[in-house]
């Protein structure tokens, strides 16, 4: 991670509530009160190894005194989630970044939720927002057995009418044109999961011509076909011009130069590095920005985008 976490908190709580799920809740050291939040966001988690892991913030935006998140263990995974499992207890300190939201909940009528797995975190906080609010809305949730399913009976108490647990072993997958099958050119769909699942819900709600969000894991296929040459990159507060070569970062250029810049996933999937653009034309390659956002050329992710002009102007 390049940058410091801006918060240092305690493990309040520790408690498993899915198989190989636990759910930390963090609180100031000192009783303060912490940065607020909006259904979507995430922090960034320091594991013991200096790895950096993102996790959705799942508990009640109003309460100010803690944050709660929800940590599925990866076996497969880089590290990040064994260490919290088997090192983070009750008393312990953990550096954290954020909150920051690029999942934002959008005011609209109806919405449909599709999760999969440990995706349920952000869009717990969106049911709950929804389900006080007063709009139409409904939750598919997809898993691979009832046992790995964190929050599903908490879901079905809120309302159990709107809300559809699909345990893979149980009931095979989401059926997606169900799922949709009375959304309106007005409904908002928000997805987050597995690749699988967001490639399929991309797929209907094209068809459908619906609206859908989505927050993802692991890196899309960008399909970039430009060829990764050199460019420059402005700094607007300094006017200092940097090189980016074709085989490195921007990220790795200002780092080198000594440019203080906060990054964490470094695949483009996070959201942290997130810069202003103020001239040229950014070659969006993250997975974070929506169609409309990276249309508009006013941001990139420079852990992993370039530029399709010969010159960016960041506000740095």
Same mark, same amino acid.
């Given at each position: 991670m390049?940058g410091?976490?801006?918060?240092?908190?305690?493990?309040?709580?520790?408690r498993?509530?899915?198989?190989?799920?636990?759910?930390?809740?963090?609180?100031?050291?000192d009783?303060?009160?912490?940065?607020?939040? !909006?259904?979507?966001?995430?922090?960034?988690?320091?594991?013991?190894?200096?790895?950096?892991?993102?996790?959705?913030?799942?508990?009640?935006? =109003?309460d100010?005194?803690?944050? &709660?998140?929800?940590?599925? &263990?990866e076996?497969?995974?880089?590290?990040?989630?064994?260490?919290?499992h088997?090192?983070?207890?009750?008393?312990?300190?953990?550096?954290v970044?954020?909150? &920051?939201?690029?999942f934002?909940?959008?005011?609209?009528?109806?919405?449909?939720?599709?999760?999969?797995?440990?995706? $349920?975190?952000?869009?717990?906080?969106?049911?709950r927002a929804?389900s006080?609010? =007063?709009?139409?809305?409904?939750?598919?949730?997809?898993?691979?057995? !009832?046992?790995s399913?964190?929050?599903?009976?908490?879901l079905?108490?809120?309302?159990?009418?709107?809300?559809?647990?699909?345990?893979?072993?149980e009931?095979?997958?989401i059926d997606?044109?169900?799922?949709?099958? #009375?959304?309106?050119? #007005?409904?908002h769909?928000?997805?987050c999961?597995?690749?699988?699942?967001?490639?399929?819900?991309?797929?209907?709600?094209?068809?459908?011509?619906?609206?859908l969000?989505t927050?993802?894991?692991?890196?899309? &296929?960008?399909?970039?076909?430009?060829?990764?040459?050199?460019?420059?990159?402005?700094?607007?507060?300094?006017?200092? #011009?940097?090189t980016?070569?074709?085989?490195?970062?921007?990220?790795?250029?200002?780092?080198e130069?000594?440019?203080?810049?906060?990054?964490s996933?470094?695949?483009?999937?996070?959201?942290?590095? #997130?810069?202003?653009v103020?001239?040229?034309?950014?070659?969006?390659?993250?997975?974070?920005?929506?169609?409309?956002?990276?249309a508009?050329?006013?941001? $990139?992710?420079?852990?992993?985008?370039?530029s399709?002009?010969?010159r960016?102007?960041?506000?740095?």
């Amino acid at each position: 991670m390049t940058g410091s976490p801006s918060l240092h908190l305690t493990v309040g709580r520790r408690r498993a509530i899915a198989r190989d799920v636990v759910e930390f809740e963090l609180r100031p050291p000192d009783g303060g009160e912490l940065p607020d939040w !909006r259904p979507g966001a995430h922090i960034d988690v320091v594991a013991g190894s200096g790895a950096v892991r993102q996790y959705s913030l799942c508990g009640d935006p =109003g309460d100010r005194t803690s944050y &709660r998140i929800a940590v599925l &263990r990866e076996s497969g995974g880089r590290g990040g989630s064994a260490w919290l499992h088997d090192h983070l207890r009750e008393g312990d300190r953990v550096a954290v970044g954020g909150p &920051r939201n690029h999942f934002a909940l959008e005011p609209a009528p109806h919405y449909v939720f599709l999760a999969g797995g440990i995706g $349920i975190t952000p869009l717990l906080t969106m049911v709950r927002a929804v389900s006080g609010e =007063g709009a139409g809305w409904s939750l598919h949730y997809g898993g691979r057995t !009832r046992a790995s399913m964190a929050y599903a009976r908490e879901l079905r108490d809120l309302d159990a009418s709107r809300v559809r647990v699909v345990p893979f072993d149980e009931c095979g997958l989401i059926d997606l044109e169900a799922a949709l099958g #009375e959304a309106t050119p #007005e409904t908002h769909v928000y997805c987050c999961g597995p690749e699988p699942l967001i490639a399929a819900a991309e797929a209907a709600c094209a068809r459908r011509g619906l609206r859908l969000r989505t927050e993802r894991f692991s890196p899309k &296929r960008t399909g970039s076909s430009r060829a990764d040459t050199p460019f420059t990159v402005r700094l607007a507060s300094t006017g200092a #011009e940097l090189t980016v070569p074709a085989d490195r970062s921007i990220v790795d250029s200002l780092v080198e130069a000594g440019v203080d810049v906060l990054t964490s996933c470094e695949e483009g999937t996070c959201g942290t590095c #997130e810069i202003a653009v103020l001239d040229g034309r950014p070659d969006h390659r993250d997975s974070v920005l929506t169609d409309e956002e990276q249309a508009a050329g006013d941001r $990139i992710l420079p852990c992993v985008s370039r530029s399709r002009t010969p010159r960016l102007v960041l506000d740095l």
